[in-house]
Nanobody, 109 residues
Framework: QVHLAESGGGFVQPGGSLRLSCVVSGAIADNVVWYRRAPGNQREYVAVVTPSGQTMYTDSVKGRFTISRNSAKTTVDLQLTDLTPEDTAIYYC?????WGQGTLVTVSS
């Protein structure tokens, strides 16, 4: 059974950094995607990493966020830097139809 579990969210001031982790179990290696949903908004795509390590990002986070996965393909991290209040959201990881419970990132002064 596939299970995804996010962690690492928290409260940070503008310009700060956080590292989110998604532990993936029970699944073969495939694309893992990070999404986020800001208050009052729809869920949006943030970044994806392929089994070979290729990465892609939505324009608003390019140069600030970095997605990576470990060699065993059991953990997918999302490094968030230079955070702004617009990055405040619940961040979710996704593999096919499977979702984690989300982790909240709040950016505020």
């Amino acid at each position: 059974q596939v299970h995804l579990a996010e962690s690492g969210g928290g409260f940070v001031q503008p310009g700060g950094s956080l590292r989110l982790s998604c532990v993936v179990s029970g699944a073969i290696a495939d694309n893992v995607v990070w999404y986020r949903r800001a208050p009052g908004n729809q869920r949006e795509y943030v970044a994806v990493v392929t089994p070979s390590g290729q990465t892609m990002y939505t324009d608003s986070v390019k140069g600030r966020f970095t997605i990576s996965r470990n060699s065993a393909k059991t953990t997918v991290d999302l490094q968030l830097t230079d955070l702004t209040p617009e990055d405040t959201a619940i961040y979710y990881c996704n593999l096919h139809e499977h979702w984690g419970q989300g982790t909240l990132v709040t950016v505020s002064s």
